[in-house]
C-alpha cells in the first residue's frame, strides 16, 4: 500500500499559520501513510507545478482546469472545500482519471441560517437603522418602519440540502407559506419538508422573500433575469447566498434602482471580488457580504472533517462520498491509481 502525499490551497494559511480555527486536520493525526502539506503560493487557478508529485488536494477557492492537469499522472483526487463546483473543469478532472468530491450536507445548516440572518436583517432595515443611530438621525427612525417573518411567503429555488434546511429553521416564525421551484424535486419530497412545489412564474409573483439555493450550470445561468424580477412584488425581497451569474446582475441594479422590488442581499457575485466602484455599493436597499455570509467556524469545522475524510477513504483504497464525476471510477486510469493504495 503507498503513502499519499496531500497538499491544501495556499489560501487555508497566511504567514505560515492556518487562518481558520478548525479545518479538521485532527483527523488526519496518527495515518502514518498521509503526509500533509500547504502550497507555497496562492494562484487564483491551480497550476499544474503546484501539484507536481502530490496524490490529493484539498482546494478552497482557487480554480481547475484542464491546464491545472497536465501531465500529473499520480494526482488522484481533488476535494473541493464546500458544495459549489463551478470553479472546477469536471470533464478535464474525468478526462485526467481525477476524482472530485465536495462536502455534501456539510454546507447546510449554516447556508440555511445565514439565509435567515439575511431575511431578517433585510426586513427589519437592521443596516439603515444602524446608519442612521451612528449619524445622529435619531427622528428619522419612524420613517423605516420593518416588518415582520410572519405571515410572509418564503419562495425557495432549489430544493436541495440548503433550501430544505431554510424550509424547516423558519417554521417557528408564524410564516404564511414555504414554497419552492426545483425540477428534480418530487411532490413527495417537498411535502416531506413542508413545502408546496410551484412554478418559478408563480414563486416569483407571490413570494415575499425569494431565496437562491440551486448551483450554478448551463440551465441555471441567468436563471433570474428582467422577466423574472418583473414579477415579483414591490414589497419583496430577493437572497442569493448560491452563486453569482444564476441572476443577471445588471436587471437586479436596475430593479433596485427603480425600486421595483424592496431590496436585496447578495453573498455571491457575478465578479468576486467586487470592485469598490460596483452600482450596488450606492445602493441603500441591498446588503452584500464577500461570500462568505455562511463561513462560521462550525461550518470549516465540518466541512473539514468531511474533506479529510475523503483522504483518509482514498488512502485506504475506498472511493469517499461526495463523487461528483462518477464516470472517473470507470476508467482504467483511476482504477490503477485506487489499486495502489488497496492493501
Known amino acids: ?21 478548525d479545518i479538521g486536520l485532527d483527523l488526519l493525526d496518527g495515518v502514518a501513510s498521509i503526509h500533509q502539506d500547504f502550497m507555497d503560493q496562492f494562484h487564483t487557478t491551480i497550476t499544474a507545478d503546484q501539484m507536481a508529485d502530490t496524490n490529493a488536494v484539498v482546494c478552497l477557492s482557487p480554480r481547475v482546469n484542464a491546464e491545472s492537469l497536465v501531465g500529473l499522472d499520480q494526482l488522484a483526487l481533488i476535494a473541493r472545500f ?10 478535464a478532472c474525468t478526462e485526467a482519471d481525477v476524482l472530485l468530491t465536495i462536502t455534501s450536507g456539510a454546507v447546510n445548516h449554516s447556508v440555511a441560517e445565514a439565509t435567515v440572518a439575511f431575511m431578517l436583517a433585510l426586513s427589519h432595515n437592521l443596516l439603515i437603522k444602524d446608519r442612521i443611530t451612528r449619524e445622529g438621525r435619531w427622528d428619522e427612525r419612524s420613517a423605516h418602519m420593518g416588518s415582520e417573518l410572519r405571515d410572509r411567503t418564503l419562495g425557495i429555488i432549489g430544493l436541495g440540502g440548503i ?19 426545483d425540477p428534480f424535486t418530487s411532490e413527495e419530497q417537498a411535502k416531506a419538508v413542508g413545502v408546496r412545489l410551484v412554478s418559478l412564474e408563480e414563486l416569483m409573483e407571490i413570494s415575499d422573500f425569494i431565496s437562491i439555493n440551486c448551483p450554478l450550470n448551463d440551465d441555471t445561468r441567468d436563471l433570474i433575469g428582467a422577466e423574472e424580477l418583473a414579477r415579483m412584488q414591490p414589497t419583496a425581497y430577493l437572497i442569493n447566498t448560491a452563486r453569482g451569474g444564476i441572476v443577471n446582475e445588471a436587471a437586479l441594479i436596475d430593479a433596485l434602482q427603480e425600486q421595483r422590488i424592496a431590496g436585496a442581499a447578495l453573498d455571491c457575485h457575478e465578479s468576486e471580488p467586487v470592485p469598490a466602484d460596483h452600482p450596488m455599493s450606492a445602493l441603500d436597499n441591498v446588503i452584500l457580504a464577500p461570500h462568505a455570509i455562511a463561513w462560521t467556524n462550525e461550518l470549516f469545522r465540518d466541512i473539514g472533517r468531511q474533506t479529510c475524510q475523503q483522504v483518509i477513504d482514498l488512502s485506504r483504497g475506498r472511493v469517499p462520498v461526495g463523487v461528483i464525476n462518477s464516470a472517473v471510477l470507470e476508467r482504467p486510469g483511476f482504477q490503477a491509481k485506487l489499486e495502489q493504495y488497496q492493501s
Not at 503507498?2 to 480555527?21: C, E, P
Open 1 to 21: 500500500m503507498s503513502d499519499l502525499r496531500l497538499l491544501h490551497t495556499a489560501d487555508f494559511q497566511q504567514d505560515g499559520r492556518l487562518v481558520y480555527q
Open 163 to 181: 433550501g430544505s434546511s431554510l424550509a424547516g429553521m423558519v417554521s417557528g416564525f408564524g410564516m404564511a407559506d414555504v414554497i419552492a421551484s
Open 82 to 91: 464546500g458544495v459549489g463546483y463551478d470553479s472546477v473543469d469536471v470533464d
